[in-house]
Nanobody, 121 residues
Framework: QVQLVGSGGGFVQAGGSLKLSCAAS????????MGWYRQAPGKQRELVAS???????KYADSVKDRFTISRDNAKNTVNLQMNSLKPEDTAIYYC???????????????WGQGTQVTVSS
């Protein structure tokens, strides 16, 4: 059994900051990629930022220079520091992880429960 538990969402005015955190727990042998996605009302879920266990990072163009993703491989956690928030950042943010249960198992993808971020203008 594996769980991804995200936290840190909330309500903030434009220009403000929030930090999202996500912790993976359970029967985990290793985690390769971790990341954050978001889904706004009426829109498709989109990648916000991702980070591999080797530290390779990708950002959506819309959040570059404003958001910073980081992870602690020893603790199986991933964080997203969001600065200079804009109303268009309003969405439900989902944590995501690719992991293995054991040394011979294939990769399995997991989603967290989602956390709401609302940015007012």
């Amino acid at each position: 059994q594996v769980q991804l538990v995200g936290s840190g969402g909330g309500f903030v005015q434009a220009g403000g900051s929030l930090k999202l955190s996500c912790a993976a727990s359970g029967s985990i042998f290793s985690i390769s990629g971790m990341g954050w996605y978001r889904q706004a009302p009426g829109k498709q879920r989109e990648l916000v930022a991702s980070i591999t266990n080797g530290g390779t990072i990708k950002y959506a163009d819309s959040v570059k220079d404003r958001f910073t993703i980081s992870r602690d491989n020893a603790k199986n956690t991933v964080n997203l520091q969001m600065n200079s928030l804009k109303p268009e950042d309003t969405a439900i943010y989902y944590c995501n992880a690719d992991l293995r249960y054991g040394p011979g198992s294939g990769r399995v993808n997991y989603w967290g429960q989602g956390t709401q971020v609302t940015v007012s203008s």
